[in-house]
Nanobody, 117 residues
């Protein structure tokens, strides 16, 4: 079965840093990218960062300059380094894995990031 597993979420103080990881397995089709979305309570899901299969990256405006996405050689795992965290960064962060053959990407279960003093 397909597994998309996130880790690294937790409680962090404002201005602090946190690193999220995502690993995908069991996906038979070619992966076109891997990335992160987040959703805060009462808010719509928004793009955090995305890395395409050729290594290009895209960031949401609210995190640009503070977050960095990276991937391993096989493009089956990614990390999100989050720095200068703010209260507004509090959300459930979900790993997404689009493929070339599917309209709907695979999703992880999500990991909670809470920024609180």
């Amino acid at each position: 079965q397909v597994h998309v597993v996130e880790s690294g979420g937790g409680l962090v103080q404002p201005g602090g840093s946190l690193r999220l990881s995502c690993a995908a397995s069991g996906i038979a089709d070619s992966i076109s990218g891997m990335g992160w979305y987040r959703q805060a309570p009462g808010s719509q899901r928004e793009l955090v960062a995305m890395m395409t299969s050729d290594g290009r990256t895209r960031y949401g405006d609210s995190v640009k300059g503070r977050f960095t996405i990276s991937g391993d050689n096989a493009k089956s795992a990614i990390s999100l380094q989050m720095s200068s965290l703010e209260f507004a960064d509090t959300a459930v962060y979900s790993c997404t894995v689009p493929t070339y053959s599917s309209l709907v990407p695979y999703w992880g279960q999500g990991t909670q990031v809470t920024v609180s003093s």
